[in-house]
């Protein structure tokens, strides 16, 4: 089974194509001012893994720091709570934490529990976490002072969360999964304040794409050198993970944390969330703070939450927005949190009217998902998917990321790494290859080689934007649509484009157990909507199934 990998995201990047796309490794070569997408930079068979552990994470190291506090969460303990934590929501887990039956120590024991158990080298590793916050059973416990003196803030207080690794976080290196970042210590990003400032748990890293899936060119999604090769639980050698927030779908799949952080740039959100049965958001570009994540393109990159489902994904997302002055298209918020959660439970799909692609009609699960649609009142109509081109996808990546990482570098970076262009970097890759970079550097290289005027630029991404946005508001228009529907991050080229959001919720399996995802996508600041879709849809058709071997 070969996939085809795209790498769009920001944080981003690789996509399980329909079999009517391009899908060559020929044509995956060719990237021209003709191209109508970012999914061909790479066709690669994802089991050719030349690395698998990392070979930068001492376990041992990693685990001394918690095994004095650890000693009393026997096995015995783990099975007691496990039917009060394992796959159930946020405000599940919140109502067992104030009847007295879970503390957050407890709970953030729990995770740290499974992430020793399933994580790293053993027979079922998914290489899923890269770090762990050391302080975090301390203030898993100072929550609990905090619940005893009514101090509860927002749902997500309490709630331990993996971030992917590009995220900047005060007492844990963010190195984007590679070791020429591995001694970036640094701030707070803007959306970890967020998060602590609603009371949130960092219990640490996740894995990623090295560099969100901008760097290789040419190797599986999942794979850093620093974290190693991550692995999908529903499949560990036989399953894609897709990418470039690998390592926080695989780490929501198999319960490592309440909820996890990805970044996008073209479908890295949606990929590895639809490919682990998890729910992926990728809000509207500027709802979300993207000061002091490792960018690949400031026009594009947005973050946004993994969740095990819709309510989550709502309360994640109601931690995290807010303006962020310092983010030149951060968004002025006219309404406060909880806004996404509230009233989740009440939303209807009666008389929704949504766009279907018919080219994805031959697929079971989606031509499945209409017909519980429809059931819930939805009215699905017809429609095909427009031939409108996105020329120069790359070099709107290649020409970002040029400027954009040497602004994080000088802005958010550490002082001491040393790095002034990304040539510096590719450098230092250099003097080590084979432990480094042992899937080479190619879209590096044509970072570094790519060059243009402001001015052709400038109509770059105009072009790009009016063609993203054509692609969908046409077909909305003319059928009265409140939004389309796709699978995994088959459009997510055109809606990063368009800075649309889109959402993907499980839709279920494939006859060789892949999972896939129901993906809704409309126009702008439309994510409560999107929400509320979702979530009709998920308790409707609940298709999630936990991966076996995790449980």
Request: proline share 4%; charged share 20%.
């Amino acid at each position: 089974m070969r996939y085809l990998i795209l790498f769009c995201l920001v944080l981003s990047a690789s996509s399980c194509k329909p079999s009517n796309e391009k899908t060559s490794k020929e044509d995956a070569a060719i990237e021209t001012e003709a191209s109508d997408d970012m999914s061909a930079i790479s066709t690669k068979d994802f089991r050719e893994f030349k690395v698998l552990d990392s070979k930068y994470i001492n376990t041992s190291e990693l685990w001394d720091v918690f095994n004095d506090d650890l000693k009393d969460f026997t096995e015995t303990t783990y099975k007691a709570l496990k039917p009060l934590v394992l796959d159930q929501d946020i405000p599940t887990i919140q109502k067992h934490i104030n009847a007295g039956t879970v503390s957050y120590e407890q709970l953030t024991k729990f995770y740290l529990y499974r992430i020793r158990q399933f994580d790293r080298q053993n027979d079922l590793s998914l290489n899923s976490v890269i770090a762990l916050n050391p302080n975090v059973i301390a203030e898993a416990q100072q929550k609990d002072i905090e619940l005893r003196n009514r101090m509860l803030k927002h749902p997500i207080f309490g709630m331990p969360i993996l971030l992917k690794d590009n995220i900047n976080t005060a007492g844990i290196p963010t190195t984007a999964g590679a070791v020429a970042l591995k001694d970036n210590t640094v701030e707070d990003a803007f959306i970890v304040s967020q998060l602590k400032s609603k009371g949130a748990l960092i219990l640490g890293k996740a894995n990623l794409s090295e560099w969100a899936y901008f760097f290789c060119g040419d190797c599986p999604s999942g794979y850093s050198a620093v974290g190693g090769q991550t692995l999908n639980p529903y499949g560990r050698k036989t399953i894609d993970t897709g990418g470039s927030s690998s390592g926080s779908g695989v780490a929501v799949a198999a319960n490592f944390c309440a909820a996890a952080i990805g970044s996008e740039t073209s479908g890295s959100i949606l990929s590895p969330a639809s490919q682990n049965s998890t729910v992926g958001f990728k809000p509207t570009i500027g709802l979300v703070s993207r000061s002091g994540i490792i960018p690949i393109s400031s026009t594009l990159d947005t973050a946004g939450p993994i969740t095990k489902n819709v309510m989550d994904n709502a309360i994640v997302l109601d931690a995290l927005f807010g303006e962020d002055v310092s983010d030149s298209k951060s968004i002025y918020n006219l309404w406060e949190s909880p806004f996404y959660q509230k009233d989740l439970e009440k939303s209807s799909l009666k008389g929704k009217r949504f766009g279907a692609y018919k080219s994805l009609m031959d697929d079971k699960l989606y031509a499945n998902a209409i017909k519980v649609l429809k059931t819930q009142g939805a009215e699905i109509i017809d429609i095909e998917a427009a031939e409108i081109p996105l020329p120069g996808f790359l070099r709107l990546l290649n020409l970002d990321m040029k400027t954009d990482l040497v602004t994080y570098l000088n802005t958010y970076g550490n002082e001491n790494l040393g790095y002034a262009s990304i040539e510096d970097i590719m450098a230092f890759n250099k003097a080590d290859s084979l432990n480094v970079m042992p899937y080479g550097q190619s879209l590096f290289q044509g970072i570094a080689d790519d060059f243009a005027t402001e001015e052709e630029f400038t109509k770059i991404k105009a072009t790009l934007k009016t063609n993203g946005k054509r692609f969908f508001d046409e077909p909305m228009t003319a059928h009265h649509l409140e939004g389309v529907l796709s699978i995994n991050n088959y459009h997510a080229g055109h809606a990063a484009v368009a800075e649309y959001p889109a959402i993907t919720v499980p839709m279920g399996y494939t006859d060789e157990g892949v999972p896939k995802g129901l993906t809704f996508i409309s126009s702008r600041l439309t994510e409560k909507q999107l929400l509320q879709w979702a979530y009709v849809y998920e308790q409707a058709s609940k298709m999630r199934i936990a991966p076996i071997n995790y449980n």
